[in-house]
């Protein structure tokens, strides 16, 4: 039986990779992507040389309650990470270029690397904006994958993920890291060992050298509260997760989280590659620079729901859903959530009936206190084809049970 061979290639900083594109002159520079769109760069003509410049807002001019989205790896280097507030990213880094978040161009370049991987190994499973995995298993050697002189199965391996990296190159001018294993799991692991810009091969042999000495927050599905009890249990790294008995964990932890710890850190993951899989619901929303008044920044507000709910539908006609049930977040000042759902009775990808809906959920909530936070989305997805071949059925079925004119 043929080893499985997974790859998972994951974009290197990819937000700001995709806006050093753009301006390319922050190449090597501390940028930090994140907070709202107050902090666009602005043109000015240089009166001396009569060239265009563009001056860029730096991070210690920042002040709000935006969070880092990412950041590029200069930045990183003063401990600058993804989802840490601006204010706190200052203090670190005050020198830092700070640039508001375009994800239009970031779901832009996202599609452009996914067909590029797709054009060599069409077996691919999306695993967000800036990651994919990818089974490699029975992938043939042409179409820009070259493994003439490959006279092992590592260097099989590192062959095809050299093709992957060059036609994401070629088709972004992004960099990526491939990280290429017999499962899932350890490919994750793989392609955050050499970053940025790697191209890691692991092997089942090479768990013990290299797997098990990372720390087990590096288990992708160990998160910082079993992180912390297993610390506590004298555990810190993988290899004593690995080494640790295998009853006791499930004792301690439940028999299906015990059992998955314990293999996981030992290497094993018989998951398999998912190309498809429907979507249960999508959402746009947005937290605010301010906390926002119902009564002082109506107007405001009205245009932010409005192009949530353009966003929404924008989205929705992209991928070809339409659904049915619409629904509103809102978090107040004191950061209490609250939704509110509202099923119309046809599926629609169109944002003013999104709207109509949504707003029909905003008027069931309290609105005296300031808002952090506002999203809509929708769920009860099926594709657009198939609700326009359902309408049409219905429309036959009630012609066919009204009596015509002429019928006796």
Same mark, same amino acid.
Request: aromatic share 6%.
């Given at each position: 039986?043929?080893?499985?061979?997974? *790859?998972?290639?994951?974009?290197?900083?990819?937000?700001?990779?995709?806006?050093?594109?753009?301006?390319?002159?922050?190449?090597?520079?501390?940028?930090?992507?994140?907070?709202?769109?107050?902090?666009?760069?602005?043109?000015?003509?240089?009166?001396?040389?009569?060239?265009?410049?563009?001056?860029?807002?730096?991070?210690?001019?920042?002040?709000?309650?935006?969070?880092?989205?990412?950041?590029?790896?200069?930045?990183?280097?003063?401990?600058?990470?993804?989802?840490?507030?601006?204010?706190?990213? *200052?203090?670190?880094?005050?020198?830092?270029?700070?640039?508001?978040?375009?994800?239009?161009?970031?779901?832009?370049?996202?599609?452009?690397?996914?067909?590029?991987?797709?054009?060599?190994?069409?077996?691919?499973?999306?695993?967000?904006?800036?990651?994919?995995?990818?089974?490699?298993?029975?992938?043939?050697?042409?179409?820009?994958?070259?493994?003439?002189?490959?006279?092992?199965?590592?260097?099989?391996?590192? %062959?095809?993920?050299?093709?992957?990296?060059?036609?994401?190159?070629?088709?972004?001018?992004?960099? %990526?890291?491939?990280?290429?294993?017999?499962?899932?799991?350890?490919?994750?692991?793989?392609?955050?060992?050499?970053?940025?810009?790697?191209?890691?091969?692991?092997?089942?042999?090479?768990? %013990?050298?290299?797997?098990?000495?990372?720390?087990?927050?590096?288990?992708?599905?160990?998160?910082?509260?079993?992180?912390?009890?297993?610390?506590?249990?004298?555990?810190?790294?993988?290899?004593?997760?690995?080494?640790?008995?295998?009853?006791?964990?499930?004792?301690? +932890?439940?028999?299906?989280?015990?059992?998955?710890?314990?293999?996981?850190?030992?290497?094993?993951?018989?998951?398999?590659?998912?190309?498809?899989?429907?979507?249960?619901?999508?959402?746009?929303?947005?937290? +605010?620079?301010?906390?926002?008044?119902?009564?002082?920044?109506?107007?405001?507000?009205?245009?932010?729901?409005?192009?949530?709910?353009?966003?929404?539908?924008?989205?929705?006609?992209?991928?070809?859903?339409?659904?049915?049930?619409?629904?509103?977040?809102?978090?107040?000042?004191?950061?209490?959530?609250?939704?509110?759902?509202?099923?119309? *009775?046809?599926?629609?990808?169109?944002?003013?009936?999104?709207?109509?809906?949504?707003?029909?959920?905003?008027?069931?909530?309290?609105?005296?206190?300031?808002?952090?936070?506002?999203?809509?989305?929708?769920?009860?997805? %099926?594709?657009?084809?198939?609700?326009?071949?359902?309408?049409?059925?219905?429309?036959?079925?009630?012609?066919?049970?009204?009596?015509?004119? +002429?019928?006796?």
């Amino acid at each position: 039986m043929t080893e499985r061979l997974i *790859a998972h290639l994951d974009m290197d900083a990819f937000y700001a990779s995709v806006e050093l594109l753009r301006y390319p002159e922050l190449r090597g520079q501390a940028v930090v992507i994140g907070g709202g769109s107050r902090h666009q760069p602005v043109e000015a003509v240089d009166p001396e040389s009569g060239a265009t410049v563009r001056q860029f807002a730096r991070l210690r001019d920042y002040a709000g309650r935006g969070v880092v989205t990412t950041a590029t790896y200069e930045a990183r280097a003063h401990g600058v990470h993804s989802a840490m507030g601006l204010m706190k990213a *200052a203090r670190l880094a005050p020198d830092a270029v700070l640039l508001p978040t375009d994800f239009d161009a970031y779901r832009l370049y996202s599609r452009r690397f996914k067909a590029a991987v797709r054009a060599l190994a069409p077996q691919v499973e999306d695993h967000g904006i800036d990651e994919i995995y990818i089974d490699l298993t029975d992938i043939v050697p042409g179409n820009g994958i070259d493994v003439t002189a490959a006279a092992t199965a590592t260097e099989r391996a590192r %062959c095809i993920g050299r093709a992957l990296k060059d036609a994401v190159r070629a088709a972004t001018g992004l960099w %990526c890291s491939i990280g290429i294993a017999p499962n899932k799991l350890l490919a994750k692991i793989a392609s955050e060992l050499d970053k940025p810009d790697g191209l890691t091969i692991l092997g089942a042999a090479d768990v %013990c050298g290299r797997v098990w000495p990372l720390p087990v927050r590096k288990l992708n599905g160990v998160g910082p509260k079993t992180a912390a009890k297993l610390d506590a249990l004298g555990i810190a790294t993988i290899g004593d997760l690995a080494r640790a008995d295998r009853q006791w964990l499930m004792r301690g +932890f439940g028999a299906s989280r015990g059992a998955w710890m314990h293999d996981a850190a030992n290497g094993h993951d018989e998951r398999a590659i998912v190309t498809f899989s429907e979507p249960v619901t999508i959402s746009r929303e947005t937290t +605010f620079e301010r906390d926002l008044s119902a009564r002082r920044d109506r107007e405001a507000l009205a245009q932010i729901f409005t192009e949530l709910c353009e966003g929404l539908a924008g989205d929705l006609q992209l991928k070809g859903y339409v659904g049915r049930t619409v629904g509103l977040k809102l978090r107040y000042d004191n950061f209490k959530t609250v939704t509110r759902d509202h099923t119309i *009775a046809a599926p629609t990808q169109d944002a003013a009936t999104i709207r109509r809906a949504a707003g029909a959920c905003l008027r069931r909530v309290p609105l005296e206190r300031r808002i952090r936070l506002l999203g809509v989305r929708i769920s009860g997805l %099926c594709r657009s084809e198939d609700a326009a071949a359902a309408a049409a059925r219905a429309a036959e079925v009630q012609s066919a049970a009204t009596p015509s004119l +002429f019928d006796p």
